[in-house]
């Protein structure tokens, strides 16, 4: 935000035609919005602003306001105010402050322009800014006082449709009056798709298409998709009365010459939240590699700091469409797979050509033929196959550290560039894979003889998962930690940090934990994320949740034992009824889940071992930053080409600051698409909505079983408070939430498949999880109790 001059500084009223985008803290945002219109040439009510500088002052500068209400020529008045945070990109505050319409005569102009200064500190826009992270004593209240205008017709335009987020539509909220603004009435939605566009017949074309051209002409002009109110007087003039940025909308992708959709992959990590420029390299790669191991080429997109894949050829090519529903089911969820049947049944996305056209195959014959290899000798040796994965992962553990000869940070960024991006060897791949289909086929293999609930009881308490070692590890932790218990219970766990850190802390065992396990964390796959061993406040946490469960019964590693004791029986009495229902499948299958029981435990190594050349990575970054930058982590905010010009003596700054700004603003967004089309358009948000009874919630069964309890809404893991037996609400995990499954009651999250690493967490530690729940985190409310039905893919919330 640009600073202003001295003189403006001291001046408490100014004409709206003199206020622009540079003045935002002189005039606020609504008045900079309001006089850039006028700048551009656009129809806007002629008046004046009261400035921060009298707010400042506290006293509403009589004579000034009295003079410039003159020479509008008195009459009623619109009183409207302009803080200085309000109207901005990432914030409008619509709503949350005062305007007084129809006022007329000194004496209410001034009373009026008080009631908008009272506003500014009002329950509404605290509640709002406390949300949002602001300072409220970094605020200051400008008034806008323009002249009234007697509409017959008045609304709102947004110059893209903030409804499904299709850039090539606008949305326009029609009524009588001022009855739009004001949410008195009901209004008309018309979608404008070109300047023809009709409401049925409801309205004139004519002002439609005034709209449209307005419309395009705003959005040009402010650089983006715009919320404009505008109204219509008994002339048939068209006056904007205020525009400014439409800050709900997802980031746009892309722009392109073809239709194209894009697919979330983040999810598949247990990702939602913005990547930092620095992981979004690394993560493409990743990503693009797993895609490619599944016989598929897909370009990852960055929108709004998430990894998108973009899977237009995919959904054009005869050959691909088939498995694309399958492959979004398995590894992606319900509400991905829902989307990309939509998407498959768009007439633009039909397929391309005859489909008889051979294409060159994604994945060699070499590298199936390999996999093929991997996947029998892991199902004939799993003993053999888990001791071969232990010993890669120590491998790549060892040759993930940096050589002691790096010194400058020319060296440090040569060696990440070769040390960034290291597949995961065949000794590590295979078994994982081999577990996975050991997991899945049995429950194709034994339709109608037993339910996938059946074999989930089986692969409950599966051994030898490294997230479900560290968890338990984690316990005993706590566990041996009791003496220091009020200590652990009453101290907050960022504070703990701080002083283990400083080496205050009392010994409980952290640095042999950290020794194995600090290289994870939240969100651990974004290389500019802080690991644990950085900043332990989440496992502190979680320790202080594991100090609050006191029932011996309910203790993590009991109920572990517990689970693979049951999981045990179930797999004898599911073998001995379909050996006598379905003799050859059944044998196939039985001979599977037992293999299941020895690898499917595996699956999170190979994530296990990546993480050790991610941490090395990111300590060689982080020295890096610390040459470039006050605070080293702004090293993260850039790609390695732009590191390299860094050293080489660009300066940078701008570009972190703007980026960092971006990341924080992405940080707060709760809403991440399922999928995109390159206009914009959230496909989820085109799907029928949902029919759910009242305080039914549906989605999908991941983990069985019938849990009533209290809910905790989390979005946070490293400050989740979570009573022993509360149900856990959120909108997506990773490995780094696992820690408080273990005293969770159930899991309910808004996002996932099957597969992902949550239900799996959930079904081994034998707690109820329903995944894929859209909104869980916003109509579910903490405290409130609520009954989650594994089997039943249900939520049942109290009224």
Not at 277 to 292: D, E, K, S
Not at 676 to 703: F, H, I, K, N, Q
């Amino acid at each position: 935000m640009q600073s202003y001059c001295k003189r403006e500084a001291q001046v408490s009223v100014i004409p709206l035609s003199e206020a622009h985008a540079d003045l935002v803290p002189l005039v606020g945002g609504k008045a900079a919005g309001l006089g850039e219109l006028i700048r551009a040439g656009e129809r806007v009510p002629e008046g004046f602003c009261v400035t921060t500088e009298a707010h400042r002052a506290g006293v509403v500068p009589r004579d000034e306001v009295r003079a410039a209400y003159a020479r509008l020529g008195g009459g009623p008045v619109a009183v409207r105010s302009s803080a200085t945070d309000e109207d901005l990109p990432d914030a409008s505050f619509a709503g949350q402050h005062d305007t007084v319409l129809d006022v007329e005569g000194e004496a209410d102009l001034l009373a009026a322009i008080g009631t908008c200064w009272e506003s500014l500190h009002g329950s509404r826009a605290a509640a709002y800014r406390e949300a949002r992270g602001t300072d409220p004593a970094d605020v200051r209240m400008a008034v806008v006082v323009q002249r009234m205008v007697a509409p017959v017709r008045a609304g709102v335009l947004y110059t893209a449709n903030p409804v499904t987020g299709n850039r090539t539509e606008m949305l326009v909220e029609v009524g009588p009056g001022t009855t739009v603004v004001d949410g008195r009435t009901d209004v008309t939605r018309v979608v404008l798709a070109d300047p023809a566009g009709s409401d049925g017949g409801r309205s004139e074309p004519g002002w439609q298409g005034d709209l449209w051209a307005v419309g395009r002409r705003v959005q040009a002009h402010f650089g983006g998709p715009q919320d404009v109110e505008w109204a219509i007087d008994h002339d048939g003039t068209l006056w904007l009365l205020q525009s400014r940025p439409v800050s709900t909308l997802f980031p746009a992708p892309p722009q392109t010459d073809d239709l194209r959709v894009y697919v979330e992959f983040g999810n598949v990590q247990g990702m939602l939240r913005p990547v930092t420029p620095m992981g979004m390299a690394t993560l493409r790669a990743m990503i693009a590699a797993m895609v490619a191991s599944l016989g598929m080429r897909v370009e990852i997109v960055d929108i709004g700091g998430r990894l998108y894949g973009d899977l237009t050829d995919l959904v054009r090519r005869p050959a691909s469409r088939r498995r694309l529903v399958r492959l979004m089911a398995v590894d992606f969820g319900p509400r991905a797979q829902a989307v990309m049947e939509h998407v498959l049944r768009d007439p633009r996305f039909a397929p391309s050509g005859d489909g008889s056209r051979r294409r060159p195959a994604d994945a060699s014959l070499g590298t199936a033929l390999r996999a093929l290899r991997g996947i029998l000798r892991a199902l004939t040796r799993p003993d053999a196959a888990r001791r071969r994965l232990v010993a890669a992962v120590d491998r790549l553990r060892a040759e993930s550290v940096a050589p002691a000869h790096l010194r400058t940070a020319h060296e440090r960024l040569r060696f990440v560039r070769e040390h960034g991006d290291g597949g995961a060897a065949d000794d590590i791949t295979w078994p994982i894979v081999a577990g996975m289909l050991a997991s899945a086929l049995p429950a194709h293999l034994l339709k109608g003889v037993a339910t996938e609930d059946d074999v989930h009881a089986v692969l409950r308490g599966v051994p030898h998962n490294v997230t479900i070692e560290m968890d338990l590890a984690l316990w005993a932790l706590a566990s041996a930690a009791r003496e220091h218990r009020d200590l652990l219970l009453d101290t907050p766990p960022a504070e703990l940090a701080a002083r283990y850190l400083r080496g205050a802390l009392p010994e409980i065992g952290l640095s042999g934990f950290l020794s194995r396990y600090g290289h994870r964390a939240a969100a651990e796959a974004d290389v500019g994320v802080p690991r644990w061993a950085e900043d332990p406040t989440p496992v502190l946490a979680a320790v202080a949740n594991y100090l609050r469960l006191t029932d011996p019964a309910q203790a993590p590693d009991r109920r572990f034992a517990e689970a693979a004791a049951a999981a045990g029986a179930a797999l004898d009495e599911l073998a001995a009824r379909v050996r006598r229902r379905r003799p050859v499948r059944g044998r196939i299958a039985i001979f599977l889940l037992r293999r299941a029981r020895r690898l499917a435990g595996l699956r999170e190594a190979g994530k296990f071992a990546g993480l050790y050349r991610l941490r090395t990575v990111r300590e060689q970054l982080l020295l890096i930053g610390a040459t470039l930058f006050p605070t080293a982590d702004d090293v993260m905010f850039l790609t390695l080409d732009e590191v390299e010009a860094a050293l080489a003596g660009a300066d940078l700054t701008g570009l972190v600051a703007r980026r960092r700004a971006t990341h924080r603003r992405e940080l707060r967004r709760r809403v991440v698409p399922v999928a995109l089309l390159s206009d914009g358009t959230d496909v989820e948000s085109t799907l029928p909505a949902p029919t759910d009874g009242a305080g039914l919630l549906r989605g999908v069964g991941a983990a069985t079983g019938r849990v009533t309890g209290p809910a905790r809404v989390v979005t946070d893991p490293a400050t989740a408070y979570l009573e022993p037996g509360e149900i856990l609400v959120t909108a997506t995990t990773d490995p780094g939430w696992t820690p408080l499954f273990l005293t969770a009651g159930a899991l309910v999250t808004e996002t996932g498949a099957i597969m992902a690493h949550g239900p799996t967490v959930a079904r081994e530690y034998g707690i109820p999880a329903v995944i894929s729940v859209p909104g869980a985190t916003s109509r579910i409310v903490t405290g409130q109790m609520i009954t989650v039905d594994g089997a039943a893919g249900t939520v049942t919330t109290a009224r």
